[in-house]
């Protein structure tokens, strides 16, 4: 936290409003935090809670707002209540968690684990299986218990008296299981997510209580991350009449190219399935209920690697895609360093890789007699290291970010790709975003207008309309390597280019070209 202070002045310049801190609370980092041990105390190795409250007061001070990451699916297995839960059946917390008797000798189901395995562990002195849907140190809680809602009315409120601004909420949908336990029938990953682990019987009653309970009595912003969430499904969660979420990450998109063993059994997609499916979405979702907007996220591969092109095209993508998350409809999220063209990372050896769910997945391969190279080939294209590598400030040793040891490896090409270099270059990425953030805040269209796409059957460009109260905005996107012919010059006819990564207005759009048209 005394790292983001010290760089207050750069996020400030940038224009963003909001922060979001992934989990800062006391961890033994199975998961990178994602496995919290005490919901009330700040890791040490993030700084203290006086450290935060500083934080917070000098966001605010500079009219921005903090957003903190809440984990309530599951807790890691050094907190207390598992501690005890684990213990026997008859103490107050045996019932936190998910227990159940196996059948013959092995899993109450059939069950995986989204890191790889089971999602039952078996504990010799409960003589019990415990539901993890994550890894092991990841005991799933149990949300049919009362108690375990009063203790997290208890810890969100703590936090929202301190004066943070709103929670993203992490794997929402799957707070309510179908405690059937019935075996999934599906054998890809996707499915078991959507149809078993999500949407469960009562987690509308869960979700109003926290909101009716908590979130509605502060003026705050939630979303939750949602796995699962369907398009049918989702303005139960986001709908102007549900009280219970402001909006949701819908993650469709970022499973779009997982086969069915998940993200390490990669398929190809086209441009085409991406935009019907964002188009899909948006529809769906209409004027009842609201998304946010992100082609990455600590989870998923850097989107210049994954949806644009990190070789010679890499500053040009980088800004289209901006383009994009910045105009569709909802509230955009820039994961850190995307505003630098940051790019996933290719490193030589699988112990440079930190991510559990990467070694969990590393040894189910080896197992099945894959060699290192062939799975470090798929660590490199689909593996969430790529977007947990350090920040990248100057050219200096460890980029500027650490005179330490950092706790993973830098992408080599930091000595490139670095804001200090990007700030000298006439083809800033950064300042690219800086001034669309800019004009964006002028353009409330974009923000409140409807969402029309047009040549939606088009191979290569993704482009839709914006209308406002006050005016019309046309969105033009090359996602690809080859130039292409505007399909209907007519269609820019009594409009001006207020926007665009190439700044040339004729009917051809160059690889990775965007621009943004107004009608005058
Ligand atoms: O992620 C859960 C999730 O469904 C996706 O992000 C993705 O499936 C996951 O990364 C496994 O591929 C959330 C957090 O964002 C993630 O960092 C945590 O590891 C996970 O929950 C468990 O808390």
Redesign the pocket.
């Known amino acids: 936290m005394r790292g983001i202070i010290e760089k207050m002045d750069y996020m400030v310049d940038l224009g963003v409003d909001i922060l979001w801190l ?1 989990p800062i609370y006391k961890s033994p980092n199975d ?2 935090g ?2 919290i041990s005490d919901y009330y105390q700040i890791h040490e190795e993030y700084g203290t809670l006086d450290d935060l409250v500083e934080l917070l007061d000098l966001l605010h001070s500079r009219g921005m707002k903090l957003v903190m990451d809440m ?1 309530i ?2 807790s890691s297995d050094e907190h207390e209540w598992f501690r005890a839960s684990k213990q026997n059946d008859s103490n107050e917390y045996a019932d936190y968690y998910i227990w159940r008797s196996g059948k013959s000798g092995g899993p109450p189901n059939n069950w995986p684990s ?2 790889g395995g089971s999602a039952w562990e078996y504990v010799e002195s409960r003589d019990a299986y415990y539901l993890h ?2 890894t092991k140190k ?1 005991p799933d809680l149990n949300w049919e218990n009362p108690n375990v809602q009063k203790e997290f009315d208890r810890i969100l409120k703590y936090w929202l008296d301190l004066g943070i601004d709103g929670f993203r909420l ?2 929402i949908p799957l707070l309510s299981k179908d405690l059937s336990f019935v075996d999934s029938p599906y054998d890809d990953f996707g499915d078991t ?1 959507s149809y078993i682990y999500s949407n469960g019987p009562h987690i509308h009653k869960y979700l109003k209580g926290i909101n009716d309970r908590v979130f509605s009595k502060y003026d705050i912003l939630t979303v939750g ?1 949602g ?2 969430i369907t398009k049918e499904l989702a303005n139960l969660y986001v709908g102007d009449d549900r009280n219970e979420l402001d909006m949701i990450f819908q ?1 469709e998109h ?2 779009i190219d997982h086969g069915p063993d ?2 390490f059994d990669p398929k190809p997609f086209a441009l085409a399935d991406l935009k019907a499916l964002l188009n899909e979405w948006d529809a769906a979702i209409g004027d009842r209920g609201w998304l946010s907007v992100f082609l990455d ?4 591969p850097r989107m210049v690697s994954r949806f644009g092109n990190d070789g010679p095209y890499r500053v040009q993508s980088a800004k289209m895609l901006a383009m994009m998350i910045l105009t569709m409809r909802g509230t955009p999220c820039i994961y850190f360093g995307s505003e630098i063209g940051m790019t996933n990372v290719s490193f030589p050896s699988i112990s440079d890789y930190r991510d ?2 990467t070694h969990n997945f590393y040894q189910l391969y080896r197992e099945k007699g894959l060699t290192e190279d062939h799975f470090l080939e798929l660590v490199e294209r689909q593996g ?1 290291d790529n977007v947990r590598t350090p920040m990248y400030w100057d050219a200096s040793a460890n980029g500027g970010f650490t005179d330490g040891i950092p706790w993973i490896k830098v992408n080599p090409n930091y000595l490139q790709i670095n804001v200090d270099t990007d700030a000298s270059s006439e083809d800033s990425i950064r300042k690219f975003y800086k001034d669309l953030l800019a004009w964006r805040k002028q353009h409330l269209a974009v923000v409140y207008g409807s969402y029309v796409p047009i040549w939606v059957e088009h191979p290569s460009l993704f482009a839709y309309v914006r209308e406002g109260e006050k005016e019309l905005l046309l969105v033009v996107l090359n996602f690809s390597d080859s130039p292409v012919q505007l399909p209907q010059p007519s269609q820019v006819e009594g409009m001006k280019m207020e926007i665009s990564n190439y700044n040339v207005e004729d009917n051809i759009f160059a690889p990775w070209e965007g621009r943004i048209y107004k009608k005058v």
Do not use: A, K, S, W
Request: hydrophobic share 40%; net charge negative.
């Open positions: 992934n998961d990178n994602y496995d984990v699916n599951h989204f890191f849907l994550f990841q992490d794997v997510v991350e796995p699962g993650l970022m499973f998940g993200r996220n600590h989870d998923f559990v769910e969430r």
